[in-house]
C-alpha cells in the first residue's frame, strides 16, 4: 500500500518528529553526536522551553527548534537549517552560549555548569570539506590540544552525505537516510528504514493522514517560502557578481592608470585591474545580497509572516530587522 509522506526537514514536521517523542530524540543525538564510551550515551530526556528568553528584557531572546536535557543535566539544541547564510555560526554560538549561562542563578559556583551541545542539521553547503560532519570545540591549538569543555558544536551538510556501510555507524545512516530520501513525492519508503523500529515510528510521524489542513496548509507555505527565498538568494549573488564585476572593472582601470604612469602601463593596469576587481566584486556581492535579504523579508514581514522565522530564513541581523519595523 503506498502511503503520501511530508518532509522531515520542514518546521513543523522536524518538531513534531523530534520535539514531541523523546524516544526519537535521544536516538538521533546518540547516533549523531560525537560521543566515545557507552557511558556518555543519554538514556533518558525531558523537554525545555525552546525560546531562550533572556534575564534582562532588553536583550535579544531566540527559538531554537528541539531543546531537552538528560538526567545528568547536559543540555541538547538540535535546529534544521534549510539554507545556510553567513550569520548562521553566529546564532548557533549565541544560542548554545545562553543556554549555558543560564544555568546559573546569581551567586551559584561554577562546578555547577553542565555541557550544551548544539547540534545543526543543515540542508545546504557552506563548506569545502568533502566531509558532511563537523565537529567544532573550543581547543588550544599550539600546543597541548586541550580543550575548553562546556561547549560543543556539530554541523552536518546533508547534501554531502551519501548511504555507505559505515559499520558501527549503523543508526546515524539510518537516520541520516531517513531526513534526505523522504519528501512529498515519497509513495513507498526504503525497507530498510522501516525494518528498524525506531526510524520507523519516525517514518509513521510523517504521514500526510495525522496531519490536518491546516497544519498541511503551514507545510505549503513553509516550502513556499524557502523556495522564494532561494530564488531570491540566487537572484542577488548574480546581482552582487554583475554589479562588483562593474565597479571591479572600473576600480582596476583607474588603479592601473595610476600605476601604469608610476611603473609601466601595462604592468600596472594588470595588477590593479585585477586588485580592483577582486575587492569591487566583493563589495558589490555583499551589498547585492544584503538589499534582497531585506527586500524579502519586508515582502514576508508583509504576508504577516512571524520575525523570527524571518531572520531565520534571510539571516538578516537584529538592527537591520529592527528597521523593518
Excluded at 523530534?18 to 556518555?40: A, K, Q, T, Y
Excluded at 545556510?84 to 546559573?104: D, G, I, M, P
Amino acid at each position: 500500500m503506498c502511503m503520501k509522506y511530508l518532509d522531515p526537514k520542514a518546521d513543523m514536521t522536524f518538531k513534531k518528529v523530534f520535539g514531541e517523542h523523546e524516544d526519537l530524540v535521544i536516538s538521533f543525538l546518540n547516533s549523531l553526536l560525537p560521543f566515545e564510551s557507552e557511558d556518555e550515551l543519554i538514556k533518558s530526556v525531558e523537554y525545555l522551553n525552546p525560546e531562550l528568553v533572556p534575564l534582562n528584557p532588553l536583550k535579544k531572546d531566540s527559538i531554537v527548534d528541539v531543546r531537552c536535557k538528560d538526567s545528568r543535566g547536559r543540555q541538547f539544541i538540535v535546529e534544521m537549517q534549510m539554507m545556510w547564510t553567513s550569520e548562521y555560526k553566529q546564532r548557533v554560538l549565541f544560542n548554545a552560549s545562553k543556554a549555558y549561562v543560564s544555568q546559573l542563578e546569581c551567586g551559584q559556583d561554577y562546578d555547577l555548569l553542565h555541557p550544551v551541545y548544539s547540534l545543526n542539521m543543515v540542508n545546504d553547503i557552506y563548506s569545502d570539506s568533502e566531509d558532511y560532519y563537523h565537529d567544532y570545540r573550543i581547543v588550544e591549538i599550539a600546543e597541548t590540544n586541550e580543550v575548553i569543555e562546556g561547549l560543543r558544536f556539530i554541523f552536518i551538510e546533508l547534501p554531502k552525505f551519501t548511504p555507505k556501510n559505515y559499520g558501527d555507524k549503523k543508526m546515524q545512516v539510518l537516520w541520516l537516510r531517513y531526513l534526505t530520501e523522504i519528501n512529498s513525492r515519497t509513495r513507498v519508503v526504503s525497507e530498510e528504514l522501516t525494518s528498524n523500529p525506531v526510524i520507523n515510528k519516525a517514518v509513521a510521524q510523517l504521514e500526510v493522514s495525522a496531519f490536518s489542513d491546516a497544519q498541511l496548509l503551514g507545510y505549503d507555505r513553509f516550502w513556499d517560502m524557502v523556495s522564494t527565498a532561494k530564488m531570491q538568494i540566487s537572484s542577488s549573488r548574480k546581482e552582487g557578481f554583475r554589479r562588483g564585476h562593474k565597479e571591479g572593472l572600473e576600480a582596476g582601470m583607474k588603479e592601473g592608470l595610476e600605476k601604469g604612469m608610476e611603473k609601466g602601463m601595462e604592468k600596472g593596469m594588470e595588477k590593479g585591474m585585477k586588485e580592483g576587481m577582486e575587492k569591487g566584486m566583493k563589495e558589490g556581492k555583499k551589498e547585492g545580497m544584503r538589499e534582497e535579504r531585506i527586500k524579502n523579508a519586508r515582502g514576508m514581514k508583509a504576508e504577516g509572516i512571524a520575525d523570527e522565522i524571518i531572520a531565520r530564513v534571510t539571516g538578516l541581523t537584529p538592527e537591520e530587522m529592527a528597521a523593518l519595523q
